[in-house]
């Protein structure tokens, strides 16, 4: 069996790739997690519970900015990939604690890059993020686009461990994959994500804060097609560094999004009015030409059937 380690596997987008790499059946998975409390740990544990039954399956509390941690880690099994999903995540909270995030996405994504490169490792897979795009009025947002603009510490961070990644290719011949993840949702997204946080709002009558006039737009992007992309960048070798979009390449309106919840959910909103929030860009937009053609991206699933799909998942985990 291959051995690859997934940093970050307890959370949500790191659940179901380590799903879909265990029924796969090739691959022995090593996970890394510090289960934080940046929402409640119990989310993630109950997320890796099916995990441990399985022999492929190896489950490492740490801290990615631990660099004894890591090397403990890498000394104990040789990973011909790296998928590194591990990060402090969201815009607004990055607004309140910038050093917390530079130490762990900027700090941490160093420490897994030298502990690849001490241990030729042949493929980097790092989950970046739209938010490197800032206020891009061009759109959709091209992987070609500048990204020197961005405006939240969050977004700063991803486009360094961008910038990191494209060192160790160019100094070391590490094969590195940039994914920019679009605004991804899906059974298990985080309960302080927009579309989980108004299911569970709506569903017990409390308001949900809109910021804004609701006319900001997102690239929604559902969690299968982001795992598909996620699998085909662990086997892409056609360069030794490339960026990829992965979104829909479709814009829905904050209004829109709350009205299809709301049809889901068979309840009215309750409409808390809140300002503009520092750091929130205006729209995401992902052109996916370049994904299409080097990786076989090809999403297959709308809003419309995600949120029915998320409001099933929702119902059945409120049980």
């Known amino acids: 069996m291959k051995n690859i380690l997934v940093t970050g596997g307890a959370g949500f987008i790191g659940s179901h790739l380590v799903d879909h790499l265990l029924a796969e059946g090739s691959w022995a998975v090593t996970v ?20 441990k039954e399985n022999p492929a399956y190896k489950l490492i509390e740490a801290d990615i900015r631990s660099q004894s941690d890591l090397a403990r880690t890498f000394d104990e099994t040789q990973f011909e990939a790296i998928v590194h999903l591990a990060a402090r995540a969201g815009v607004r909270p990055s607004l309140k604690d910038p050093q917390l995030y530079t130490e762990t996405n900027i700090s941490g994504t160093l420490n897994l890059l030298e502990q690849a490169r001490n241990h030729s490792v042949k493929q980097f897979v790092f989950g970046s993020s739209s938010s490197v795009y800032g206020i891009n009025a061009k759109v959709p947002f091209s992987e070609d686009d500048p990204i020197r603009q ?5 977004a700063t961070t ?6 990191l990644c494209h060192t160790y290719s160019h100094l070391y011949d590490l094969r590195t994959v940039c994914l920019r993840f679009f605004t991804v949702y899906g ?8 579309i989980h946080k108004f299911a569970s709002l709506i569903s017990q009558g409390k308001p949900i804060p809109v910021f804004g006039d609701g006319s900001t737009r997102r690239d929604y992007t559902y969690i299968d097609d982001i795992i ?10 056609q360069s030794n560094y490339e960026v ?10 904050l209004k829109e999004l709350i009205s299809l919840v709301e049809q889901e959910l068979g309840q009215k909103a309750i409409i808390d009015p809140q ?4 750091g929130d860009v205006p729209q995401t937009f992902a052109d996916i030409t370049k994904a299409r053609r080097l990786l076989g991206y090809n999403p297959q699933t709308q809003i419309e059937d995600g949120i029915h799909k998320f409001i099933e998942w929702f119902r059945a985990a409120e049980k």
């Open 244 to 253: 990829f979009n992965l979104g829909e390449s479709r814009t829905v309106e």
């Open 158 to 163: 991803k486009a360094a461990g961008e910038l």
């Open 187 to 194: 059974a298990r997204q985080r309960p302080d994500l927009a």
């Open 150 to 154: 961005p405006i939240s510490p969050y």
């Open 275 to 278: 300002p503009s929030q520092p």
């Open 228 to 237: 598909a992309g996620v699998r085909a960048a662990i086997d892409f070798d």
């Open 32 to 51: 890394v997690d510090d289960f934080n409390d940046f929402y409640p740990p119990e989310i993630k544990r109950n997320n890796v519970r099916t995990h």
